[in-house]
């Protein structure tokens, strides 16, 4: 069903991609004072990896990597406050000013989301890989 | 003491990356940590400094790790980290430069040793079942070292299943004592009685004697000689089987005053000293001895702990220190034995101490120690005990001296007996009694050959022995520490003394019976009887017994776990209505209305109809596609609520979902398979408990809530939290990610075990095996590692890996095999 490519479908899934990842990025960030964050930037850029194997265009990342990446991240991030004898999470707040963007808030809740992006991303990956996806998205196409 | 705990994981992990590129090297760096405890250790013994760490790591639920400093952990701290240094240099001499796998065998030595630290100075019960079970699995992870012998991963298997369920009686005994005393330290239990108390006592002694090797639970400790001997050296002498000792140690001051206390801790220790004690005299293979005397010794420190006297506790913290020092450099000789000639069969082993003389000068002191023989550490400890013994009254005197004095006898006897069959002219062949079958090669007189010396394996033995004979030369300092250790357990124990001389007192008297008859007893043993290697029964009977636990298990999953995917979620959505059950006597219909907004009224109309739908569809396509309208109207009923954060969600969760199907349905017939009418009943009545029970809990829930108006406390304060706290305006958002973080993180776990799952499962099922899931593999299906190259074998260096493998089946399984 797949396997028969559409070159429209697959020209506008690689147009999409860098748009997408704009998207994803701006809810990330945006997350802290309006809707979006971690988990909306990761379905984000799992629904992209999802259209790129419709398409079959290759995957940028590996599930077991970036699930890793994701898992370490948010766990230290968690665990790090331990060492400065603060609670598990207790996060820090930094403000700054930065040109073009003026003021900006951040803290390590930021890295946290960070982690979770990673860990959603690898999650939409893994059930990829489950359902197939490689094989459907191989040169040939097997079509059943 | 934190930041050692840093180093001892940064090393670790390191050494664990670098595999075996750093060789023989990677001993050093899991060495530094070690040092650095040990040295801390001291340090604070030496200036009897005490120190608290507390990192309460959730405040709502107080959860806390907490770690002690004192005379007593620190004592032991120092014996787990000092005995580490000395095995990771003797390791460096054990294994050759070119063994595969040091790498790796060297970061689970360190994890095991940073568990075992984590568990001597642990101050709560939390902190201290967690590394318990650490030590449980890394020391899983160290007997089975050699993954490629059949004998050592039964060892390990065993030893895992009988150290673990002594965790789960810990875990239990500590609920049933925080429960009486909840939030207490470890430090500072408060005396406790009743049932439960009864209750706790009874599964933490048998918690304590699953560690510690206590009959009847005894049974892997032997088999776990399938271990590399560093291993065997560390955690079979010094550091994991005292694990119980600690326990005792520890919940004594809460539990000593339960009738059942006392009779049981003595029992299990009286009898273990006595088996353990004959079950070393019956075995042939110098480790074996090694190790059923340590069961001996570990029932005697057992036995004095439970009994409650200061005098007791006193004796017994003076032979931890004892057995500590002299049976690790015992285990380190008959490795270096076993490096040097090839075997440990007492049997074969014959003129060693012209061949070997700093090996049997290291014996003759640390042995002597073990019998408690005078001018040695284990004389004044062993002679404290009896003091201890003596002092008691009426049927416990009786009792508790006749095991002491018995296994004592025993004890020397198998010394004297491994003395002389390792390192005599052919003991224990039957050459004195001329036995005509005997005549082959097992009986030649020639000496056992032996291969060229290795410093670093022979030195930290020395240092060992000369520790033997320094502490009892320095008896007053080691007195005065460990007073200061049995004052923290019982603060009576401060007016007793270690003595190098006490004078012609009844204790010194039966110590001097002890050691002649003991002596004479082994003598006989070791030239007069024929030996045989004892069948291992008990070890027997186990194995047999998890592998019946296992045919079950598999026949009970195959039942409950048959397969068929609508099957499981029926099972699963119907039991999970019967949850609704409690809440039909809160419905009040009272607090129902139609709608906050009519639009609602439209989408829920189009949901239903959707949902009707989804039914009827006869492609797989087409459900799809309906189910994803109807999370697409579910969208809009959120945007009618006003809840902007999930819209968005939902909105994103569904587009990957909808297209997500169109992948997988890429696999699958376009049409669903014809369905029986039976079949097709049932789900509709499971869908309908289903949707009766989500009414019935939502109907329920609306009618306790009383919505906030917008200002109203509940909305201020997590909008208070989250802009000052959170540094954000998002409330939704900075809830997840800071105020509630913690529930977010338990989440994303659940994502992560989640997707692991799924690529686990789908690997196997399509035989993927590639190199990132390699370990996993290997556990799950234990047979796929015999197919591994042999050049995994991790024997010691310059031994041949096929006798080496022959000597180990005989620590482990099968001894017949080797007699025949």
């Known amino acids: 069903m797949i396997a028969r490519r559409s070159p429209i479908v697959q020209l506008s899934v690689r147009a999409a991609t860098p748009l997408a990842l704009i998207v994803a990025v701006y809810a990330f960030f945006a997350g802290h004072n309006r809707p979006g964050g971690g988990f909306a930037a990761g379905l984000l850029l799992g629904a992209v990896l999802v259209l790129r194997t419709v398409a079959g265009l290759p995957q940028p990342f590996r599930p077991i990597p970036t699930l890793a990446a994701g898992g370490v991240v948010a766990g230290l991030v968690a665990i790090a406050p331990i060492l400065w004898g603060d609670v598990v999470l207790d996060q820090v707040v930094v403000e700054t000013t930065v040109p073009l963007l003026g003021k900006v808030k951040s803290g390590t809740a930021l890295i946290f989301d960070a982690g979770v992006t990673a860990l959603v991303v690898g999650l939409v990956l893994a059930l990829l890989d489950g359902f197939g996806a490689e094989q459907l998205s191989g040169p040939a196409g097997v079509d059943e | ?820």
């Open chain 2, 1 to 820: 003491m934190f930041w050692l705990f840093v180093f001892h994981l940064v090393a670790c992990t390191a050494v664990m990356l670098s595999g075996d590129r750093l060789g023989r090297w990677s001993f050093a760096v899991v060495a530094a940590p070690m040092l650095a405890s040990a040295v801390v250790a001291l340090e604070a013994l030496v200036n009897r400094r005490s120190e608290d760490l507390t990192a309460q790591w959730v405040e709502g639920l107080d959860l806390t790790i907490a770690a002690r400093l004192d005379s007593f952990t620190s004592l032991l701290l120092l014996l787990v980290s000092g005995i580490g240094v000395l095995v990771c240099a003797y390791s460096t001499g054990y294994f050759s430069a070119t063994t595969v796998g040091v790498g790796r065998f060297a970061a689970t030595l360190l994890a095991f040793s940073t568990a075992m630290a984590g568990l001597v100075v642990s101050d709560t019960a939390w902190t201290m079942f967690i590394f318990w079970e650490l030590t449980s699995i890394t020391s899983f992870l160290l007997v089975g070292h050699k993954r490629t012998d059949c004998g050592a991963r039964t060892a390990a298997r065993r030893a895992l299943v009988i150290t673990a369920s002594g965790g789960l009686a810990l875990l239990a005994g500590f609920v049933a004592l925080l429960d009486l005393s909840p939030g207490a330290r470890l430090g500072t239990l408060e005396p406790v009685t009743g049932g439960w108390a009864t209750a706790a006592a009874i599964l933490i002694l048998v918690a304590a004697a699953t560690k510690s090797a206590q009959v009847p639970f005894h049974v892997w400790l032997p088999g776990a000689m399938a271990a590399p001997t560093p291993v065997s050296a560390y955690l079979h002498s010094a550091t994991m089987v005292k694990a119980g000792v600690v326990l005792v140690a520890v919940a004594a001051p809460a539990l000593g005053d339960t009738a059942i206390w006392t009779p049981l801790g003595v029992t299990f220790g009286a009898v273990s000293m006595v088996w353990g004690a004959i079950g070393a005299l019956r075995q042939v293979d110098a480790k074996l001895i090694m190790a059923w005397g340590t069961v001996s010794q570990l029932g005697l420190m057992i036995a004095l702990l439970s009994l409650g006297s200061p005098k007791a506790t006193f004796a017994a913290i003076s032979i931890v220190v004892a057995h500590a020092v002299f049976k690790a450099a015992l285990f380190m000789v008959v490795g270096e034995i076993d490096v040097r000639t090839g075997t440990r069969d007492i049997r074969e082993l014959r003129g060693l101490r012209r061949s070997m003389p700093v090996a049997f000068g290291v014996t003759v002191l640390t042995a002597a120690s073990m019998a408690g023989v005078p001018p040695l550490l284990g004389f004044p400890a062993k002679e404290a005990a009896v003091e201890a013994a003596l002092g008691l009254t009426g049927g416990q005197r009786f009792v508790v001296l006749a095991v002491i004095i018995g296994g004592s006898i025993l004890t020397v006897a198998y010394t004297a007996r491994f003395l002389i069959g390792v390192f005599g002219d052919g003991a224990g062949a039957g050459v004195g009694t001329g036995d005509a079958a005997d005549t082959g090669s097992i009986c030649s007189t020639e000496p056992t050959p032996v291969k060229a010396a290795r410093p670093m394996l022979a030195a930290p033995s020395v240092v060992l022995a000369v520790l033997s004979l320094g502490g009892f030369v320095g008896l007053g300092w080691v007195t005065g520490i460990v007073r200061d250790a049995s004052v923290v357990l019982d603060p009576k124990a401060e007016v007793y003394s270690l003595f190098r001389w006490p004078g012609l007192t009844d204790a010194f008297l039966v110590s001097v019976g002890i050691v002649a008859a003991g002596g004479a007893l082994g003598v006989f043993v070791a030239t007069r009887v024929r030996n045989a290697a004892p069948r291992t029964l008990g070890a027997d009977a186990s194995d047999s017994g998890i592998d019946q636990v296992v045919v079950v298990a598999r026949i009970v999953a195959a039942r409950v776990q048959h397969g068929s995917l609508p099957g499981y979620v029926m099972t699963i959505v119907a039991t999970a209505s019967l949850a609704a059950i409690p809440f039909l006597w809160s419905l009040d219909s009272g607090d129902l209305y139609a709608w906050d907004h009519p639009a609602q009224a439209l989408l829920a109309i189009f949901v239903v109809g959707a949902a009707i739908a989804a039914t009827r569809v006869r492609t797989r396509l087409g459900a799809a596609l309906v189910l994803g309208s109807i999370g697409f109207a579910i969208t809009g009923l959120f945007v009618t609520s006003g809840a902007p954060d999930l819209v968005l969600t939902q909105l994103l969760v569904e587009t990957v979902v909808v297209v997500g199907f169109v992948v997988g349905l890429g696999r699958l017939t376009t049409t669903f398979p014809f369905l029986g009418g039976l079949w097709f009943t049932s789900r509709v009545v499971v869908s309908a408990l289903a949707a009766g029970a989500v009414t019935v809990a939502l109907i329920a829930s609306s009618g306790r809530l009383t919505i906030p108006a917008p200002g109203s406390s509940i909305t201020e304060r997590l909008r208070a939290e989250a802009v000052d706290e959170g540094g954000g305006n998002n409330i939704v958002n900075v809830v997840l990610t800071d105020v509630r973080a913690l529930d977010t993180l338990g989440e994303i776990i659940v994502l992560l075990v989640v997707a692991l799952g799924i690529v686990s499962l789908t690997r196997r099922q399509s035989g993927d095996d590639d190199s990132d899931d390699d370990n996993g593999s290997d556990l799950e299906n234990p047979t796929d590692t015999e197919n591994q190259p042999p050049d995994r074998i991790t024997g010691p260096a310059g031994t041949d890996s096929s006798e080496r493998d022959e000597i180990d089946t005989v620590g482990a399984a099968q001894p017949e095999a080797a007699t025949a």
